[in-house]
């Protein structure tokens, strides 16, 4: 660093790096490869979102198809690996994309949180004496810290709920996604869960669209527009998506009456299945 | 004059640069490191002569007020620069650039150092172009030129309106790769307060430290002064704000003869004043008056809207009394013109200070969208600075204060009278004569800056080697502290009435009055009167309130006015002492029967250069004759 | 006659770096709807003057919008209400009789208060100290067009070269990020041949160095909307794809094409 001889205040460095890693690391060190990394997790969960998504409409197929669904998953890779085998290094995958996605996200925070530390920040927000009246950062952009921990819990919640069946109890039964879906948010409190969950997810997905494009630069000022689009786009549908579930199960659209297989029967679901 | 020896080279106008660049002595590199040099100022001149001399080797320290060399005020010119390129293949040479420039500046500069100046101008353009300066450019990729102040030729290369801005962040970004290289010794926010000599030579300088009140010293083996100009002597001027002369002044009381003085520059497209409290005057380009018609309403004290005052009632006096030039009579012609009516009483506005530029005719002809794309950018600053909108109201335009072509006394090879102080761009007096071209400002800067000095210092640095830089606790470091102590002490103590700003208002009322565009003896012998009387007030009346031990803007500017009066009764003396008008000075008593600026060759072809004598007495006036063996000296006619 | 507005002003003063600033309350009366923000403050200095109080420091010197040197946060915005302008040109007839303003330095912890509303906004210099130039030293240059620079690549350059360097882009910032002065910066020499062959070394460079003094960008482009030269978000992008190209490249065979 130069020496200047009259050192003003603002010269100083707020943040020293203590030793510098191997490459690749080296990227994860600065805060513009950290965001490289957020968003290329992103794009890994928002992957994810969407498969997921379109993997939970076949329960408007019915109890069978969605079963058949959750067989398919376990089965992926077909006889070159042990049954499971794909999805446990996709689970894997799923959950360290999730660390570095919060790690980065909270660590930059920190960072920024640091860089307006003596500047009378407060709790996450720059404090200035008048209000602030921001003109760009929407309401999306700005909430990303409260959206994120929202969906961080929510997730937790759901794994508890339908993978784990820590709530539904007797009720959840292993091998049967639809009646568990059903018997869950059949609950109007879940099914609140789940509603404003989701719309906490669509709003982190609109920043995180339109974000992860500056982030990578990847950028062409001829498709600003389009990315705005594209965030509105898969945002909404993934809201309109997410929300069908409990909506419809809360209005009775989709419930445990009329199945061919009872509820618990697993076998009889397997046995559909084959037919199928 | 013995004092005077200008050191011209021998030889031909086209050889001299050449053949002193043989003869002059070499510092070895190895040596170069065994030198310290001490930069003031960061603008164009300063920034580049930092960063030159410390690429060559020197050890420099670089010293600015602002908080960042980034921001001096070379950053606010607009139009352009000048360079003998001819890529335009319309018949420029070195040769033209150095003609229109002598004759521009009416035969009041010194052949030689204008010949070099258009000889370095190609060099100026090639070093800002693989700095990464942004100049417009062509479709095919290569530069654009355009004519610029009536030049009959297309040598002006430029960045949008931000030519100035572009230039001085491409020599700021050079010093910052020599800071970063740590061969410069950046101080910011530090303030020059007095030159000091050992022995009657520059040894170093006392400075302030603006945020912590210290005052300090800094010794080296040549002092160089890059400090720019005096306009705001005048108050309201085109000028930064913290624009002074300071610098200049203190090596003016120390030694350094301070030359032609009353050479400024008035440009004429700025935006008139609205109130008393207005700071500052914001110039718009002159391109305006391409297309613009100047007017003022017939009747005196016409307190219709433009709009009511029908044709058969204006007066278009440019293209009346200039029928061949029109509304495009150069800059001083322009000026004086707009004084005269609106000191008849036809002047327009609230404060009846300003003259009509009217654009209803070329929107007529050309369409609004014509216009908005030539000076929308204009138009839009006009109106955000005014509030009115220039499409459907004439623009008030009104002459303001904009360049000084006077400064301290350099010879050829920039030194001023003190040895071992050298003074650049323009804060030195050097190459505009009594009026400068359009878009030679950043030429000469830069000039200076990147291709003279570096050259010259080193012939008189040679002989030094081995001399140790006076250390900063010899008594002539102890003495001028004390006394920049002392100074700071009076200042706080006066205890009087009035703001330094309030001091600097009048004081510019009375120059810009006196010694404004256009002098008189009653008014410059007034002006004489006038001025010590404001002085003695504000030495008595002052107020200054906060501490000397932080930051304290109204201290600063004290400083600064305290100079500012010693400048004015020399401006005003100098403008005396010159009977005849040339150039941006015009003695009314000396024109042509057509209103021309008369000069008067056989008894001022001469540069008066004034030696301080002491705080009570008059300095005295030397000369430095010009000889003009190259150029015809001519009378100009713009009718 | 131009209209005259009688106002409130909530100004923060503040003595030096270390010391705790608070909010004062002016009222300025007859302020001309000419004048310029800077101007009025400047009335206001004169009656601090002659009542015997301190005058407001504040930091200013062109005042034609091209140094970059004031800065203010004028009711929570960086330059005040008006876009792409800065506080010397942001005119009184904007607000309106009656209103009470707030006026507060920019706040960042890189910027530190020097007095009232005053910062130091020196860690901009060391960002280019890191690399924002292209190191030609004097009198190396070839001739300035043996380069052709392409018309538009030279015209977006200047769009980011026309940074002014006031720091609006921070005070701005919930995360008071430099994102958009160091991508300007960095675009206005990346984008141009003559700054190809320190490309990846600068961006390297001046990313880590303001990487030690702001935080981190979280794509809300409230930069944009205070910066009174209306850079463009692009150039932010544009620094991010050149850092991580600049990580990744192997940089032994820029020569080859």
């Known amino acids: ?143 990303m810290r409260w959206t994120g921990p929202i969906i961080l819990l929510y997730l937790l919640f759901h794994l508890a709920d339908l993978t784990w069946g820590w709530w539904l109890g007797d009720d959840y039964v292993l091998g049967d996604p639809y009646h568990n879906v059903v018997a869950s948010l059949s609950s109007l409190p879940v099914a609140i869960i789940y509603v404003v969950a989701n719309v906490a997810l669509a709003i982190h997905i609109f920043h995180g669209t339109w974000s992860l494009f500056q982030s990578l630069g990847i950028n062409n000022p001829k498709y600003n527009e389009l990315r705005r689009s594209l965030a509105k786009l898969v945002a909404g549908v993934i809201l309109v998506g997410n929300l069908s579930f409990p909506v419809l199960v809360t209005a009775g659209l989709v419930d445990d009456d009329n199945r061919k297989c009872p509820v618990g029967d697993v076998e009889c679901l397997e046995k559909e299945a084959k037919e199928h | 004059m013995a004092t005077l020896d200008s050191k011209i080279p021998d030889g031909s106008i086209a050889d001299k640069w050449e053949n002193h660049k043989f003869s002059m002595k070499l510092v070895n590199p190895n040596n170069k490191r065994r030198f310290e040099i001490i930069v003031v100022g960061t603008g164009l001149a300063g920034a580049s002569a930092a960063a030159s001399l410390s690429e060559l080797g020197y050890r420099v320290k670089v010293f600015t007020f602002h908080d960042s060399p980034r921001r001096a005020h070379s950053i606010a010119a607009q139009g352009g620069i000048n360079a003998a390129k001819n890529y335009t293949n319309d018949g420029d040479s070195v040769h ?32 800002a172009a693989a700095q990464g300066v942004p100049f417009a450019r062509e479709y095919g990729g290569l530069l654009d030129n355009r004519s610029f102040g009536g030049a009959q030729v297309s040598r002006t290369f430029y960045a949008r ?67 720019g100009g005096y306009g705001n002597v005048y108050y309201l001027s085109t000028n930064a704000m913290a624009s002074n002369v300071t610098a200049a002044w203190r090596a003016h009381r120390k030694g350094a003869f301070f030359a032609n003085a009353c050479y400024t520059q008035i440009h004429p497209t700025c935006i008139p004043a609205s109130d008393e409290f207005q700071s500052k005057l914001t110039l718009m380009s002159e391109s305006l008056r391409n297309d613009g018609r100047i007017w003022v309403p017939d009747t005196f004290d016409d307190s219709r809207s433009p709009n009511e005052v029908p044709e058969g009632e204006r007066d278009y006096y440019l293209e009346r009394k200039y029928p061949a030039f029109g509304n495009l009579v150069p800059r001083d012609v322009a000026s004086r013109n707009a004084k005269t009516v609106v000191d008849q009483g036809k002047g327009v506005g609230t404060l009846k200070n300003g003259v009509y530029l009217d654009f209803a ?115 002539v470091f102890l003495e001028a502290e004390a006394a920049v102590n002392s100074q700071v002490d009076r200042f706080m103590s006066i205890g009087g009435t009035r703001s330094v700003d309030w001091f600097h208002r009048e004081l510019g009322k009375i120059v810009w009055d006196y010694i404004g565009m256009e002098r008189t003896k009653e008014g410059l012998e007034k002006a004489l009167s006038e001025i010590p009387a404001l002085e003695e007030e504000f030495w008595k009346d002052l107020r200054l309130l906060g501490s000397a031990a932080t930051l304290n803007s109204s201290l600063e500017k004290a400083g600064r006015v305290a100079d500012f009066f010693e400048l004015a009764k020399l401006m005003a003396r100098d403008a005396l002492e010159r009977e005849e008008s040339c150039g941006g000075h015009f003695r009314a008593e000396h024109q042509t029967e057509e209103g021309e600026a008369q000069r008067d060759d056989e008894n001022f072809a001469h540069v008066a250069a004034w030696e301080w004598t002491g705080a009570d007495s008059v300095q005295t006036r030397h000369q430095e004759e010009l000889i003009f063996e190259n150029v015809a000296l001519t009378q100009r006619s713009y009718k | 006659m131009s209209k005259q507005l009688n106002l409130t002003l909530q100004v923060w003063r503040q003595n030096g770096p270390d010391e705790a600033g608070h909010f004062e309350t002016y009222t300025a009366e007859g302020i001309s709807e000419d004048m310029s923000f800077l101007e009025m403050l400047d009335t206001i200095n004169e009656g601090l003057v002659q009542s015997g109080q301190t005058p ?36 009184m007839r904007k607000f309106n009789d009656g209103d009470t303003i707030v006026v507060e330095p920019f706040r960042a912890r890189a910027f530190p208060v020097v007095r009232d509303l005053v910062v130091d906004r020196s860690s901009f210099d060391r960002i280019i100290e890191a690399g924002g130039y292209i190191s030609v030293n004097t009198g190396a240059a070839s001739d300035a067009n043996l380069t052709p620079v392409p018309k538009e690549a030279a015209d977006t350059s200047f769009d980011a070269a026309a940074c002014i360097g006031c720091g609006a882009c921070v005070a701005a910032c919930p995360n008071s990020a430099a994102q958009l002065f160091t991508s300007a910066k960095l675009a206005h020499l990346n984008l141009i041949p003559q700054g190809q062959a320190q490309r990846f070394e600068r961006t390297e460079n001046m990313v880590e160095t303001m990487e030690s003094f702001f935080g981190s960008c979280t794509n809300h482009g409230e930069c944009h909307e205070a910066c009174p030269k209306d850079i463009s978000l692009d150039f932010i992008a544009f620094m991010n794809r050149d850092y991580v190209k600049a990580k990744v490249k192997n940089r032994k065979l820029a020569g080859q094409t």
């Open chain 1, 1 to 143: 660093m130069a020496a200047t001889a009259t050192n003003p205040k603002g010269s100083t460095p707020i943040f020293r790096r203590k030793w510098q890693l191997p490459f690749p690391l080296n990227i994860y060190q600065s805060s513009v490869g950290r965001k490289w990394v957020m968003a290329l997790t992103g794009i890994g969960l928002l992957g994810f979102v969407i498969v997921h998504m379109i993997g939970n409409f076949h329960i408007y197929e019915g109890p069978v198809q969605l079963h058949e669904y959750a067989e398919a998953l376990r089965g992926l890779g077909g006889g070159l690996f042990p049954r499971t085998f794909l999805l446990w290094v996709l689970r894997i995958g799923l959950a360290a994309m999730f660390i570095l996605h919060i790690h980065s996200a909270y660590s930059l925070k920190e960072r920024s949180r640091k860089a307006s530390d003596k500047a009378d920040f407060v709790g996450g927000e720059k404090k200035y004496g008048s209000k602030r009246d921001y003109v760009a950062a929407n309401y999306a952009s700005r909430t």
């Open chain 2, 161 to 227: 309106g931000q030519t100035g801005q572009q230039l001085l962040l491409g020599a700021y970004q050079a010093l910052a790769k020599q800071i970063a290289a740590g061969s410069v010794e950046l101080h910011t926010r530090t303030e020059l307060l007095d030159v000091v000599l050992k022995d009657g030579r520059a040894c170093g300088i006392v400075t302030r430290d603006l945020v912590s009140g210290e005052v300090g010293s800094h010794s080296a083996h040549a002092v160089v002064l890059a400090t």
């Open chain 2, 361 to 475: 005719d070329v929107i007529d002809r050309d369409g609004e969208d014509v216009v908005r794309a030539k000076y929308g950018n204009l138009f839009d600053m006009y109106e955000n600075i005014t509030g009115e909108n220039p499409y459907k109201v004439p623009m008030r335009i009104y002459p303001a204060i904009h360049y000084t072509m006077g400064g301290v006394w350099v010879d050829y090879n920039l030194m001023t009278t003190i040895p071992g102080c050298y003074s650049i761009g323009e804060a030195n007096f050097s190459d505009h004569g009594a009026n400068r071209l359009g878009a030679s400002a950043l030429m000469q800067g830069l000039a200076d800056g990147y291709f003279v000095l570096p050259y010259t210092i080193g012939d008189d640095l040679a002989g030094r080697l081995g001399e140790a830089v006076v250390p900063t606790d010899d008594p």
């Open chain 3, 56 to 91: 407001i420091e504040f930091d200013h010197d062109c005042r034609e919008g091209i140094c970059g040197t004031c800065s203010l946060m004028i009711n929570g915005q960086a330059h005040g209400q008006e876009k792409a302008t800065t506080t010397c040109q942001l005119h």
């Open chain 2, 96 to 127: 033209r650039l150095f003609y229109d420039t002598v004759k521009g500046g009416d035969y009041r500069s010194r052949e030689a150092n204008v010949h070099r100046l258009a000889e370095v101008s190609v060099n100026i353009i090639d070093q």
